[in-house]
């Protein structure tokens, strides 16, 4: 019930901010915290029962007191200050603060669910940490309002960039002696002279900053990582939210997984639950804690059961084994099969990534509006089927060859799916005709060494399907780059042995199929017989 009068609350405050034209999210963040501060206000000079009822007293008290110098002009007369705040008096702050930010379409932003940060307080405790940082506190606005983590015995730092929603921390913790509200980036050097403890961060997502730095990655969450960990005392500990990439990508990416695990060692890593983020998101993200002198790793899986972060499992690895590891690619040590892909890991057979022995692209960005009788034919996500391309009743286009070449799909390249919801595979047959790929598929041309059927064959098998599932970025639904496919791991066998096999496998393929018609043919005229003595 009081949930409900909360969201009422909140609602009518919009809705007169809206019809006078107050409709920015600072905007509505400003006259919010304003007339909060005019209610703190009225209270510590103990003259709220004698202004609050007359719209002139309450006018002329919150233009002396509250003042222009923070929150700007404010955009109206008595009377409309006089509905927003009875309107908005009661109102919770930092409820209200979320709930606007989640309404906000323009910049957009993640908040985190609260057991991250739930999960966060019960490391603290558990190692007896009292100060605390977060930076980027709105992100963690649920957080902060389900968790009352002020109310607990930790000296805390909140760090922001926007100057409003500084604000709205300080008024809202205002009389709280553990709380300091601070405004900088954490994507530059922070001047701060304090260490922390602990410290619980989500840096932005996949933006790449311009290199007026000392490092040679532009990732925010990278450059972010090594700022804040500066500011870590020894013995402390930081929790960081990563996409999915950063635990595998190579490149720039690989440099800065060998550089912050120097800088303070991984602790442990938990692959998040599928859709946590959402709906900001649906990247898959993983929670990775940073600290010193650990001896072992831990690893492991957390799900969401009555909307709490609970371990699914977990493993632990010595901390050299760790270090041995080329990426963060948890799943493979904590897939069901992962015997499997320890023996492939392990095997003497040699291996090769695909990107130092092929060309991979994604297939074209092809609209609705786009199809037309053409002779241009796209290949899509339901042309493959149980592993073969059927060229039947393909979608058209009407383009001009020169300008869709980079597109174009050739015989015997192998097709993969990279969106959706079932991964498919298969290889291109010979046929006549232009064709190419969807955005939806991902094509993979062998330039020597690997054979693309014998490709096919190992990353269809349960151990190729366990590597792919690794380098996926997204969650319930499929999610590969292209980038991300050249670091799959192919067994490099001599073109005898690869021969061989797709000879085995193709033979044994045909003769199941063969099997299968011979039964339905079988079963067809059985049918008919039966039906025809019927009567």
């Excluded at 007896?128 to 506190?137: M, Q």
């Excluded at 389900?146 to 913790?173: C, M, P, Q, S």
């Excluded at 002779?375 to 391309?389: A, L």
């Excluded at 064959?457 to 319930?476: C, D, H, N, Q, Y």
Aim: charged residues 30%; aromatic residues 8%; negative net charge.
């Amino acid at each position: 019930m009081q949930e409900r009068e909360g969201d009422f609350l909140i609602e009518a405050f919009w809705n007169i901010c809206l019809l006078h034209d107050i409709s920015s999210r600072d905007q509505l963040l400003r006259e919010a915290i304003r007339v909060i501060r005019t209610k703190q206000l009225l209270k510590l000079h103990d003259v709220a029962s004698t202004m609050k009822d007359d719209p002139d007293s309450l006018f002329s008290f919150m233009k002396e007191k509250v003042g222009e110098r923070e929150l700007g002009h404010f955009p109206g007369d008595r009377d409309l200050f006089f509905k927003l705040f009875h309107a908005g008096e009661r109102i919770d702050l930092l409820e209200y603060a979320m709930l606007t930010l989640q309404q906000d379409r323009v910049t957009g932003g993640v908040i985190v669910h609260p057991g991250i940060m739930e999960r966060f307080i019960q490391m603290c405790l558990n190692n007896n940490f009292r100060s605390i940082l977060i930076p980027e506190a709105e992100k963690f606005l649920r957080g902060l309002l389900e968790t009352k983590i002020h109310r607990k015995a930790f000296a805390i730092t909140l760090l922001t960039e926007n100057y409003v929603l500084g604000l709205i921390f300080k008024t809202y913790f205002k009389g709280e002696a553990n709380i300091r509200v601070l405004q900088g980036s954490i994507y530059q050097p922070l001047p701060l002279e304090d260490n922390f403890d602990a410290i619980l961060t989500f840096p932005n997502l996949g933006v790449k900053l311009n290199q007026d730095h000392d490092f040679a990655f532009r990732e925010s969450e990278g450059i972010a990582s090594i700022h804040l960990l500066g500011l870590l005392r020894e013995g402390g500990r930081m929790s960081a939210t990563y996409p999915a990439r950063m635990m595998f990508q190579s490149g720039t990416i690989s440099d800065w997984r060998k550089e912050i695990n120097k800088v303070s060692q991984v602790c442990s890593i938990h692959s998040l639950p599928d859709g946590i983020l959402r709906p900001y998101t649906s990247v898959k993200v993983y929670q990775v804690d940073f600290g010193t002198s650990t001896k072992d790793v831990v690893l492991g899986q957390l799900s969401l059961k009555n909307d709490n972060l609970e371990i699914d499992k977990e493993i632990t690895i010595h901390n050299d084994q760790f270090a041995q590891m080329y990426d963060w690619r948890i799943e493979v040590l904590l897939n069901e099969d992962q015997e499997t892909l320890r023996l492939f890991q392990q095997a003497p057979t040699p291996k090769v990534k695909l990107r130092e022995i092929a060309e991979y692209f994604r297939g074209k960005s092809v609209l609705k509006q786009d199809l037309r009788p053409g002779k241009i034919k796209v290949v899509n996500i339901s042309n493959i089927e149980n592993g073969e391309v059927n060229l039947e009743q393909l979608e058209t286009i009407d383009e001009e060859e020169r300008k869709i070449k980079r597109y174009e799909i050739l015989p015997d390249d192998l097709i993969m799916t990279c969106r959706g919801t079932v991964f498919k595979l298969a290889v291109f047959p010979e046929a006549e005709g232009v064709y190419i790929a969807s955005a939806n598929i991902i094509v993979i041309r062998f330039r020597s060494k690997i054979i693309s059927r014998f490709a096919k064959i190992f990353l269809e098998s349960p151990t190729g399907e366990a590597l792919v599932k690794s380098f996926m970025r997204g969650t319930t639904v499929i999610n590969l780059n292209p980038s991300d496919v050249g670091e799959l791991e192919i067994p490099l066998l001599s073109h005898n042995e690869q021969l061989d096999l797709i000879t085995r496998y193709s033979s044994e393929r045909e003769r199941y199929k063969s099997v299968i018609r011979e039964a339905d043919e079988r079963w067809e005229r059985t049918k008919n017989q039966i039906y025809s003595e019927l009567y």
